[in-house]
């Protein structure tokens, strides 16, 4: 059965207890950081920071706003990072969450261009692309000792919860029908559809890119790759090429050499 | 702007112009001999030498860029037909593998006479195969860029073309240089170089013909203005597409930071100013006196510039 995590962002109070209950389950270090100017820390994900909250200040209808973002792998269905990467290194488990495998992964950051959200970051003393498991990761893996991903277990408010995906994308849907009844008519449920469907999805109560700047299409990093072939193969074939044959082909003024044919 | 924080720094910069270049080089070499009915031979092996160290430092850079470099042998047991690193692993190490027993058949038709005729039939098969190889290694470097889902790499299908008429550009310039070298070291009879060439090139001598150098010149003024007409068309369709990270990222390239080095490093000396040069002198002997001077300095800038590009293009697409 197909497992999801919802982020519903109007029950979060940007607590950040998620923050550290991944860094604790994980094991992972604080990282030293310094003041940029927001309560946001740190600053970026990394291979030490699997999840982090984003706090966005915005004007909404004339009134400041300040809102919360959890920042972290969407475990998309078409996972991009999966596809580019070229080990195979990058697979997704039978819940449908995406998971690095670090005995196999060669750090090529490939995945880290590739991600529509700029989730997977290399960990330089490791050497590795890293980036949230949903707990799955070997010997840390909740999941199959039955319990929920740290994240959601430690959330004081409810606004992370964890099942069933089709059960989690009713609930999704029912919370954002109820914000647009209460003045949110952006109100939308981001990750129902995108990429296959993401396996961690948000209820926003405003537009996904004019406010919280997700993307409103992502797209699997290959998806023209043909087109891309094509570009480079036919600029090789046809626009290089006749350049040659118009210098090249008055063989008589060029001395040496056998003279046959295909003799290189 | 943190250049040295950046993914894909200059490894990544160094690999991807090496390996092009080494491509670029192997299918100007190819066609040049060719068309000129197979007279060039001497400019093919030379193409093919060089093209091996310049693979073997991409190959090398490619490793170094790892984060862990002791398992770079997972690239070889397994094949991703979707990624794009994955095939350009391979296309590499094909190019390579070619044009390394292409080397051996050489040196081993130098030593058995009698082998001659196969290695020479053998060696012509498999330029049709590094043919084929170095037009996939050039359009791989690019490709590998574009099939990102950074808009200012990814929103136009036009950077491989960009890279690979780069590598053209870069590969027949290379040719230029390495071929200048060689023809001064023959004349200045540096005679430690004698037995170690004489292995590699035919007994006729390691020249490279001065008509095939002033030709080369000529084709680079043409390639030139390909790539000019190539990135003019990449910029119109970055500005044109809508996408406000591409914009940036063209901003960064042409107005903000970035801009002396595009506008005079690679636009002006990389490629106006030895297209200027050499079209000047068009009708006249590249290889010889003050022009061999000038066609070595404006292959050069060539050279560079093709370096300039990559660099340029990566890092304003993560800034």
């Known amino acids: 059965m197909s497992k999801a995590i919802l982020f519903d962002l109007t029950k979060c109070t940007a607590c950040r207890g998620c923050q550290v209950a991944c860094k604790q389950w994980n094991e992972h270090a604080a990282e030293e950081t310094s003041n940029w100017g927001s309560y946001e820390n740190p600053k970026e994900l990394s291979g030490e920071t699997w999840l982090k909250m984003r706090f966005i200040e915005t004007e909404r209808n004339g009134k400041f706003d300040w809102l919360f973002l959890r920042r972290a792998c969407l475990h998309c269905e078409e996972a991009s990072c999966a596809v580019v990467c070229p080990v195979g290194a990058i697979f997704k488990t039978e819940d449908g969450f995406v998971h690095i495998d670090q005995e196999w992964c060669i750090g090529c950051g490939t995945c880290t261009q590739a991600c529509p959200f700029h989730v997977p970051h290399i960990d330089h003393h490791a050497g590795l692309a890293m980036k949230c498991s949903a707990c799955t990761s070997v010997g840390y893996n909740r999941l199959d000792a039955g319990l929920k991903p740290a994240c959601v277990s430690t959330c004081p408010t409810g606004a992370l919860t964890f099942g069933d995906r089709d059960e989690l994308v009713a609930a999704g849907q029912a919370q954002v029908e109820n914000l647009k009844a209460k003045g949110y008519p952006n109100a939308y449920l981001y990750g129902e559809n995108e990429l296959g469907g993401l396996h961690v999805m948000y209820v926003l109560d405003d537009s996904p890119s004019a406010v919280y700047g997700l993307p409103d299409n992502p797209k699997v990093a290959t998806a023209d790759v043909v087109g891309k072939w094509l570009s480079g193969l036919v600029t090789a074939g046809v626009l290089t090429a006749l350049p040659f044959w118009l210098v090249f082909k008055r063989k008589q003024e060029l001395a040496g050499g056998s003279g046959k044919k295909g003799g290189a | ?319």
Request: net charge neutral.
């Open chain 2, 1 to 319: 702007m943190n250049i040295g924080g950046m993914e894909w720094g200059v490894t990544l910069w160094i690999d991807l112009w090496a390996a092009g270049m080494a491509g670029g080089a192997f299918l100007t070499a190819f066609l040049a001999d060719k068309f000129s009915g197979g007279r060039l031979k001497n400019l093919f092996k030379l193409a093919v030498y060089t093209g091996i160290i310049l693979a073997l430092i991409g190959v090398a850079l490619l490793l170094s860029h790892l984060g862990n470099i002791l398992w770079f042998w997972h690239m070889f047991v397994t094949v991703q037909p979707e990624s794009v690193l994955s095939l350009g692993g391979w296309i590499l190490s094909g190019w390579l593998t070619v044009a390394g027993v292409m080397l051996v058949l050489w040196i081993i038709s130098h030593y058995a006479r009698g082998l001659k005729n196969f290695a020479d039939k053998a060696t012509g098969i498999l330029s049709w195969v590094g043919f084929v190889l170095s037009i996939l290694l050039m359009s791989y470097t690019g490709v590998l860029i574009s099939a990102t889902t950074e808009p200012f790499w990814s929103v136009t299908p036009l950077l491989p073309a960009v890279f690979v008429v780069s590598a053209v550009s870069s590969g027949v310039a290379w040719l230029i240089v390495v071929s200048l070298v060689v023809n001064w070291l023959n004349r200045t009879g540096v005679r430690a170089w004698d037995w170690f060439i004489e292995q590699f090139f035919d007994a006729s001598g390691w020249q490279i013909d001065s008509a095939a150098i002033s030709k080369l010149a000529k084709s680079l003024v043409v390639v030139i203005l390909v790539e000019l007409v190539v990135l003019a068309a990449f910029i119109f369709w970055l500005s044109a597409s809508g996408s406000a990270a591409a914009t940036e990222g063209l901003q960064l390239l042409t107005g903000g930071e970035l801009s002396l080095w595009f506008w005079v490093g690679l636009i002006a000396a990389g490629l106006i100013a030895p297209l200027i040069l050499l079209a000047m002198n068009w009708k006249r002997d590249f290889s010889t006196g003050i022009l061999a001077t000038i066609t070595f300095s404006s292959a050069g800038l060539v050279v560079l510039g093709g370096l300039l590009v990559r660099a340029l293009l990566l890092i304003a697409g993560q800034a």
